[in-house]
């Protein structure tokens, strides 16, 4: 796992200690519950209270010689609770443990996720407010297009983060499950009650049905939505790398103090931390994919899935976690160009405005197809030639102003308020309006 990269909170869920300690937690829970229906003797109970404990460092010294990680647990807490641990895991089985304690783990990291996706939602719309009329190109299939804003980008990206937090609220509903009904999920040997006490204490629901595992859709389900949060922090880094092109510089990641960007080129300000995000988020969609590779076992299970979720689940919780934590500081601290984005809004010399033309045209009377094919040859000759034999380069309004056909229907006014970019601005506000940015 990568736990080095992650901010605090994060990697202690997925450390032994915090998973033994749900699994005691368990047990005790089951215990009560046990007790409740005149199975265990409730002095019983009292002293499993009073003396469970368990020793990680003891727990992986018998586990290397069971080979059992359920097995090492219980024996290291029966050595400190002595006679009465006989009552304890009565009628249960190793995955009742494994799979409500994972739920919990996987509830616990979800609900750290939602935090940081809100964080990086509030980033996001303040920048957005403060970007909101900063006009720059927009571009389509990577050409210049229009004009949009800045602001309008955040926004989008706002929305998007939006979608993840609902999705990530699903898929922990979906996870907040547990299962204690034994070996193949018939309840055979422990009451059905157990389970519903055991699950509400965790802040579960009880599975419908089960086998001797919880059914791994719900684990796909959880981690292609942590793949899908990673698409969105991809999208947004593979963006801002773009933006931070020498040949484009509207927006670049802070570059701090004392930080190198080559070992050979002194003057490089390179995109690492999205180029970063960029790469972990693939890791994501890897884990996901195995994740649903998982789905299909024999019969009432097999162990195929058990080592593949080990590595998987854990590390992508805590690689969202800290990529996340990342997002929210190239955001608050993005490094932004208004006159670059003004200098590359002209790079095409008013070939943006070809539709404003076009359209002004059509509504004129001229049929649309004699306005695309005259705007068309006008913007071509922009395009194409790029200059003229003087060396003065060709501008698309001026050519439009030199045609006969274009200027017997517009007049020159007509074509200054046509080239004029605000005109993108209109429905700003009314998007924020809907976006939900106030």
């Not at 509903?173 to 009904?181: A, E, L």
């Not at 102003?401 to 601005?425: G, N, Y």
Request: proline letters at 2%; aromatic letters at 6%; glycine letters at 6%.
């Amino acid at each position: 796992m990568i736990e080095r990269y992650t901010r605090p909170g994060m990697g202690k869920i997925w450390e032994d200690e915090n998973k033994f300690r749900i699994w005691l937690e368990i047990e005790t829970l089951a215990c009560e519950a046990q007790a409740k229906l005149g199975i265990i003797p409730k002095k019983t109970v009292k002293v499993i209270k009073e003396k469970a404990r368990f020793n990680v460092a003891r727990i992986l010294e018998i586990e290397r010689e069971v080979k059992h990680d359920v097995i090492a647990f219980l024996t290291n807490v029966g050595e400190n609770v002595g006679p009465d641990s006989r009552f304890i895991h009565l009628g249960m089985t190793s995955s009742d443990i494994l799979d409500t304690a994972l739920a919990v783990q996987m509830k616990q990291s979800g609900e750290i996720l939602i935090e940081d996706l809100q964080k990086l939602r509030i980033v996001l719309a303040k920048r957005a407010k403060e970007y909101k009329q900063t006009i720059m190109i927009g571009r389509t299939h990577g050409i210049h297009a229009e004009p949009v804003t800045f602001g309008l980008k955040l926004a989008l990206w706002y929305a998007e983060i939006e979608r993840d937090i609902e999705r990530l609220k699903a898929a922990i509903k979906t996870i907040s499950v547990g299962k204690i009904s034994g070996a193949v999920g018939t309840y055979q040997h422990i009451d059905p009650s157990v389970e519903q006490y055991v699950c509400k204490k965790l802040g579960l629901a009880s599975a419908q049905i089960s086998t001797q595992i919880l059914q791994r859709d719900r684990h796909s389900e959880y981690m292609n939505t942590l793949a899908i949060c990673g698409c969105t922090l991809e999208k947004i880094a593979t963006e801002i790398r773009h933006l931070q092109k020498t040949e484009v510089l509207e927006a670049e990641e802070s570059f701090s103090k004392g930080q190198k960007g080559s070992s050979a080129m002194p003057h490089k300000r390179n995109p690492v931390v999205c180029e970063r995000i960029a790469g972990l988020s693939r890791i994501l969609r890897s884990n996901a994919l195995a994740a649903m590779e998982n789905v299909a076992l024999w019969h009432e299970r097999d162990i195929s899935h058990s080592s593949v979720e080990r590595i998987i689940i854990p590390d992508s919780c805590i690689i969202l976690d800290f990529i996340l934590g990342d997002m929210i500081r190239i955001i608050e601290n993005l490094a932004v160009y208004p006159e670059n984005m003004k200098r590359n809004l002209n790079e095409t010399r008013g070939l943006i405005f070809s539709q404003e033309v076009l359209l002004a045209l059509t509504k004129k009377g001229m049929k649309r197809e004699d306005a695309y094919k005259i705007v068309q040859e006008q913007a071509m000759k922009v395009w194409k030639q790029g200059s003229t034999a003087s060396g003065k380069e060709m501008d698309f309004k001026a050519l439009l102003i030199e045609s006969e056909e274009i200027m017997k229907v517009l007049s020159k006014k007509e074509l200054d308020e046509l080239f004029d970019p605000k005109r993108s601005l209109k429905h700003i506000d009314y998007i924020f309006k809907r976006v939900g940015i106030h």
